[in-house]
């Protein structure tokens, strides 16, 4: 049973952190496997390696939507934001660089929030039921947090993106008002 905080059965060790309603649920797209595999050529990397609660084909952070709405099983799901790894994934897979290379890689994988709980099981689809109208991809959040910083006109679009988590929101508010400070001599 998938529900608003998570999958039945599933917890989340540090909630401030982890969880909550915009990180119900954990995608990462089985597409990602073959780079980890060629990148660590001497680990097993069975499914989910990365902590995911769905390891999906089909819906990349390059082409999934903030705000995109999806139906799994009988739920009713939305992507929220991507994955920003944290210590944990490092000791997961035994080595400190994994955090950065994951980020550098932009194989983030992304979170939904649970629009409406109902039963998922494995091998069920995905189904986009409503595209979302702003059209800021989860990999341009992965961007602004990493290598598009100063991209001001990202920024503003993503501050005016409803359904990205406050949080987001907030962090690029504060990184827009410090590239707008006028220049010290």
Known sequence: MLR???????????LS????????VYVYPSEHYDYWKHEF?????PWGM????????????????????????????MAT???????????RF?????????????????YFAVLHQGGVGVGDGIELIESSKDSLRVS??????????????LLRR??????????WKSYFRHRLAKLMEPAQD
């Open 158 to 167: 993503a501050i005016e993106v409803a359904t990205l988590p406050e949080s």
């Open 17 to 24: 952190v982890h969880g909550g309603p915009s990180k119900a």
């Open 41 to 45: 050529p001497e680990m097993k990397l």
């Open 4 to 14: 608003t905080l998570n999958l039945d059965g599933d917890r989340q060790a540090d």
């Open 94 to 110: 035994g080595r400190p660089d994994v955090v950065k290379r994951f980020l550098a890689s932009e194989r983030t994988g992304f």
């Open 50 to 77: 990365f902590g995911e609660n769905f390891t999906t084909a089909g819906l990349v952070e390059s082409e999934v939507n903030i705000g995109d709405k999806f139906r799994v099983g009988s739920a009713m799901v």
């Open 140 to 153: 341009d959040i992965t961007a602004l947090y990493t290598y598009e910083k100063h991209n001001v006109g």
């Open 81 to 91: 934001e991507p994955r920003m790894p944290c210590y944990k994934l490092g000791i």
